[in-house]
């Protein structure tokens, strides 16, 4: 009964069935992606974000490889957030406790 209405249904051989060989690995794969990278000028700029840039519709997101994420709501949105970003930029910057390099990513999130 290898087949019956057009399915094959033997089981697939372990080094087909995908990257993770154990259980274990598939679920320290899965929590590894939920984890997030610490950053005491990222807290901060979190807790201070709608007093530093009132006027910008997005708020930050995550801190990822020396990446700052910036959210915003929609496309629109994007297109309006993004001639603010040198301004941006330059004004985190001068933050007490900011990185030498700055790279600011926009991204559509809710």
Known sequence: MAFE????????????????????SAVDAALGGLMTERNDFFDSLADRWRELFPDIPARPGRY????????VANAPTLWLVRPKLAAVKRALARLP?????????????K
Request: charged share 30%; net charge positive.
């Open 64 to 71: 990822e490889d020396g990446r700052i994420f910036i959210y």
């Open 97 to 109: 406790g900011a990185p030498r390099r700055l790279d600011l990513v926009l991204e559509i999130r």
């Open 5 to 24: 209405n057009g399915v094959n249904w033997q089981p697939v051989e372990p080094a087909k069935r995908g990257r993770h060989r154990t259980f274990a």
